[in-house]
């Protein structure tokens, strides 16, 4: 996860915790799985770097957990959102 969070958003985080393992399904017209994709998702802190998009987005920021609205995000990803931030350290 460390690595990963490297390569794509350019900053170096102390990874946390085990948060949620979410399966993505997309099915085609006929019902069969067409995209399968399984989500692992770790709480972090910062450490250090500064923000940028990795090559497969358009932008990163830093954002309120409290107005995520304006992201239009998978109501997944806000749910997990929302469980590291309910969660004590």
Not at 40 to 66: H, I, K, R, Y
Request: with cysteine; net charge negative; proline share 3%.
């Amino acid at each position: 996860a460390r690595r990963e969070v490297c390569e794509e958003a350019g900053i170096d985080v102390e990874v946390d915790a085990l948060v949620d393992v979410i399966d993505s399904l997309t099915r085609d017209a006929a019902g069969r799985v067409e995209y399968h994709y399984t989500l692992v998702d770790f709480s972090a802190d910062w450490v250090a770097g500064n923000l940028t998009a990795g090559s497969d987005a358009a932008d990163a920021v830093w954002a309120d957990p409290a107005d995520l609205t304006p992201y239009d995000l998978w109501g997944e990803t806000v749910r997990v959102i929302g469980l590291c931030f309910a969660s004590p350290k």
